[in-house]
């Protein structure tokens, strides 16, 4: 399994962007599924994005089409999220997730889940 570490977050004020970086251990980071959750104060974790492992296609929750945007470098095992025109309802805590090529879900013991970076949209 990989491991993950998520930088980036802080404080930004309405209408600010910012690039969150998720940093995985191990050679295989290319095999795997990469995805952003977020957990909004008071709320459960939702899904925001993924980017697959076959082929980097993206797929983005309705809130952040066309806000949020994923991608990922594989030489330097490193994924990263750009969210721009940052709203109040975007603060968060945010977590890279990773799960093995080929798994339909993200709930599977396979999945791996970094330790999350708090987001926070001033108004």
């Known amino acids: 399994q990989v491991q993950l570490v998520e930088s980036g977050g802080g404080l930004v004020q309405v209408g600010g962007s910012l690039r969150l970086s998720c940093a995985a251990s191990g050679r295989t980071f290319s095999s795997y599924d990469m995805g952003w959750f977020r957990r909004p104060p008071g709320k459960e974790r939702a899904f925001v994005t993924l980017i697959r492992s076959t082929d980097s296609s993206t797929f983005y929750a309705n809130s952040v089409k066309g806000q949020f945007t994923i991608s990922r470098d594989n030489a330097q095992n490193t994924m990263y999220l750009q969210m721009d025109s940052l709203k109040p309802e975007d603060t968060a805590v945010y977590y890279c997730?990773?799960?093995?090529?080929?798994?339909?879900?993200?709930?599977?013991?396979?999945?791996?889940w970094g330790q999350g970076t708090q987001v926070t949209v001033s108004a």
């Open positions: 997730v990773a799960r093995p090529r080929g798994y339909g879900s993200w709930s599977s013991d396979a999945t791996t």
